[in-house]
């Protein structure tokens, strides 16, 4: 149960588009369909923004895009604003019914 | 709208046991179609998965800490509870309680992730 790999930190300016990847193994994010992503803004609790690689519940801006490729999957976020400026973290099912997160990515927005 | 609220002490002496209860509004516990779970965040660090329960009282626990945790349901009350033995300064967090949509089952059950959370709760290990 090794945590994802995620990059420390990504940047954008308002308007632009953004891909926070997430790397995994054959036995979490390469081996299911069960990745999600979520956002923290600073004192807050984290929030689903994407579920099942690609899928944003109810109220999520679709400006949030999830896709997978083998082991890595990836948060895009187009048309950046101020108020995505957060931390994001993805999840990934492993096996025998365990989560695994990743170390998290701070996201700024210039 | 479901709601989850964590509570317990903030406060835990190394070598003791933390215990924190989940209390679950707004719907039912018992639904067949959630699992009930525990995250935590060191402090200025990321996410980590403690454990799920279902309300019958099956569980999975992170490997690394599963000489130490227990968690347990009380459908009666629309609760479930961490207690997490032996701690350390390591031990020291915010612990979220949140609720796991089951997606189905193959050698044992599928979730995604967490899509409602608790706020949280800050547990200080210190003497």
């Known amino acids: 149960q090794s945590a994802l790999t995620q990059p420390a930190s990504v940047s954008g300016s308002p308007g632009q588009s953004i891909t926070i990847s997430c790397t995994g193994t054959?036995?979490?994010?390469?081996?299911?369909?069960?990745v999600s992503w979520y956002q923290q803004h600073p004192g807050k609790a984290p929030k689903l923004m994407i579920y099942?690689?690609?899928n944003r519940p109810s109220g999520v801006s679709n400006r949030f895009s999830g896709s997978k490729s083998g082991n890595t999957a990836s948060l895009t976020i187009s048309g950046l604003q101020a108020e995505d400026e957060a931390d994001y973290y993805c999840?990934?099912?492993?096996?025998?019914?365990?989560?695994?997160f990743g170390g998290g990515t701070k996201l700024t927005v210039l | 709208q479901m709601q989850l609220q964590e509570s317990g002490p903030g406060l835990v002496k190394p070598a003791e046991t933390l215990s924190l209860t989940c209390t679950v509004s707004?719907?039912?516990?018992?639904?067949?179609?959630?699992?009930w779970g525990w995250i935590r965040q060191p402090p200025g660090k990321g996410l980590e998965w403690i454990g799920s329960i279902d309300y019958s009282g099956s569980t999975y626990y992170k490997s690394s800490l599963k000489s130490r945790v227990t968690i347990s349901v009380d459908t009666s009350k629309n609760q479930f509870s961490l207690k997490l033995s032996s701690v350390t300064a390591a031990d020291t967090a915010l612990y979220y309680c949140a609720r796991l949509p089951l997606r189905g089952y193959g050698s044992g059950p599928y979730y995604y992730g967490m899509d409602v959370w608790g706020q949280g709760t800050t547990v200080t290990v210190s003497s």
């Open positions: 099942e690689v690609s």
């Open positions: 054959s036995s979490d994010v390469g081996g299911y369909v069960y």
């Open positions: 999840s990934s099912y492993a096996s025998s019914s365990t989560l695994v």
């Open positions: 707004g719907g039912s516990i018992s639904s067949s179609t959630y699992f």
